[in-house]
């Protein structure tokens, strides 16, 4: 797999602000006027030239201001790039990453090719610098994100910034921070991954391109990789999964992914991601508005890619298992109709009152293909109910799950990653929307807690194991013209899911 050339090179160096050969560097101000001890120490050595400049009232006070200062007098970096981080009571994780992604956009469009950053000197409550540098470092790979791959004449800007470094704060361990380094950057290669994946529209990311990419990453990092094709599903009883297909002229197909990096008795980890690589609705055709979208709807299944490639650069030592039903969602003579009832490879059957509602009619024999791993735990990532979107917004991904135990780590590890979860309930109560008269349930339970009742569909299917469901509908990538893109999201959560998974064992 090729590394992506818009990624700098980064590394930690325990070096004074104001003797840095560097292009730039870069320091944060609290307050309008208040300096970090990096840009206090370059203040020192310029004679005051920054507390004069900051006087002169150049930098604004609001979260992301900048003020970029050529040839700072005594200051050997060519550059030096003053960052508002806001006001001093104010500053949280927020504003903190705000300011850091002002400070990477503006470097992308300069002239700058290296840099030292300060910023994670700020002190924001509760965050140690192992959480500051990781933060700027997937605000930094965020920043200098392209997907060109579409593009007749894609041009890579003619100064690219191709190295960064932090410098090692005072009395900060240096091992500790290059643990964080190395995997804020294996992170940033999967959200990397993922993202593209997410962006290649549905006429070249199919089920089969998927199922490619995921051979391509088992031979880089040394994963097993099985794809069942249509057959293979049909034999496996994979009914529900199967019927999505239909109307497509794409093939199927289901993808496992295993890295066992863990000592043989442990029990795996599973990941689940929904991979509908276009969702047209079906015959429940979705309205024009927005179905350009929809080839987003692969983002679980990609965010499960991306995490692998990010614990296949870290060789983290877990066993991990990876399964991916991809298949298009479209209208056609062969299509699920509204009222057919298909047999899940559970044996449970349903009845198909929306054909839109697909997502849930593959994980569900993906949640029973898993029981085979007798797993540790499932998690499974679906762009699943536009009603979670209504619910949550764009910031957390909707959590859902019964074990105290998953929730708890799957929390701690979403806030760590700072890829944040809200919990909603997966109450029984809720259960009896999805009756049918006619099948032993139906794939709808109507308007009300529509992304609750799809979670309690899955959970009629995870059974035997401890499963959460994340619904990243509002998370995962970005709508409308201007910004469309995907976001990598969950990937950072997983990853540190998982971190820590390993560390316990
Ligand atoms: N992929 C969509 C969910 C979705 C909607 C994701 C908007 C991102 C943005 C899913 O397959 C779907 O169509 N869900 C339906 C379910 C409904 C028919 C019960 C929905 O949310 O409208
Ligand atoms: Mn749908
Ligand atoms: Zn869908």
Redesign the pocket.
């Known amino acids: 797999m090729k590394h992506p050339e818009y990624l700098p090179e980064f590394s930690i160096k325990a070096q004074a602000s104001e003797k840095a050969r560097s292009a730039c560097v870069v320091v944060g101000v609290i307050d309008g006027s208040r300096l970090s001890p990096a840009a206090r120490a370059l203040d020192e050595a310029s004679g005051g030239y920054l507390s004069a400049v900051l006087k002169g009232g150049d930098l604004g006070t609001g979260v992301g201001s900048t003020l970029l200062l050529q040839r700072v007098p005594g200051v050997a970096a060519e550059r030096v790039l003053l960052v508002s981080l806001g006001k001093a009571e104010e500053l949280n994780e927020k504003n903190y990453r705000s300011a850091s992604a002002a400070a990477w956009r503006l470097l992308r469009d300069g002239g700058a090719t290296d840099a030292l950053s300060c910023l994670h000197e700020a002190d924001v409550p509760g965050r140690d610098v192992a959480w500051r540098v990781e933060q700027d470092t997937l605000s930094a790979a965020d920043a200098l994100y392209r997907f060109d791959a579409m593009k007749s004449q894609a041009k890579a800007p003619a100064k690219a910034l191709k190295k960064i470094s932090f410098a090692l704060p005072q009395g900060a361990g240096k091992a500790g921070v290059e643990r964080a380094l190395a995997a804020a950057q294996a992170i940033a290669l999967g959200v990397a991954f993922a993202k593209d994946l997410g962006n290649t529209p549905s006429n070249v990311c199919t089920p089969d391109h998927l199922a490619e990419q995921a051979k391509d990453l088992a031979k880089t990092y040394g994963f097993k990789c099985e794809v069942l094709d249509r057959k293979a599903c049909e034999k496996l009883g994979m009914g529900s999964f199967l019927s999505v297909g239909k109307g497509s002229d794409k093939p199927p197909r289901f993808i496992v992914l295993r890295h066992d990096g863990g000592k043989k008795t442990q029990k795996p980890y599973v990941l689940v991601g929904k991979a509908?690589t276009f969702?047209a609705?079906g015959i429940?055709l979705?309205p024009a508005a927005?179905m350009d979208?929809?080839n987003?709807?692969m983002s679980g299944g990609g965010s499960v890619l991306g995490t692998f490639r990010a614990i296949g650069e870290l060789g983290l030592k877990l066993n991990v298992v990876g399964l991916i039903p991809a298949c298009e969602?479209m209208p056609d003579a062969a299509a699920n109709k509204p009222g057919d009832i298909v047999t899940s490879m559970s044996g449970q059957t349903i009845e198909i009152l929306?054909t839109?509602?697909?997502?849930r009619l593959i994980l569900c024999d993906a949640l029973t293909y898993a029981q085979r791993f007798k797993p540790a735990a499932v998690l499974d990532m679906a762009?699943?109910?536009?009603?979670c979107?209504i619910a949550l917004g764009s910031h957390p991904s909707g959590l859902f799950s019964d074990d105290e135990a998953l929730v708890a780590q799957i929390q701690s590890a979403a806030d760590a990653a700072w890829d944040r979860v809200w919990r909603l309930p997966l109450w029984d109560d809720y259960q009896e929307q999805l009756k049918s008269n006619l099948a032993d349930m139906a794939n709808?339970?109507g308007r009300p807690g529509?992304s609750i009742t799809?979670a309690c569909f899955l959970a009629r299917f995870a059974k035997g194991y401890p499963w959460a469901h994340l619904d990243i509908?509002?998370t995962a990538y970005v709508?409308g013209r201007e910004k469309k893109g995907s976001t990598g999201r969950p990937v950072p959560l997983l990853t540190h899911f998982l971190m820590d998974r390993a560390q316990q064992a």
């Open positions: 509908i969702d609705g429940s979705k927005e979208e929809m987003y709807d969602n929306n839109d509602a697909e997502g762009t699943l109910t536009g009603a979107v709808i339970g529509g799809a509908a509002g709508g």
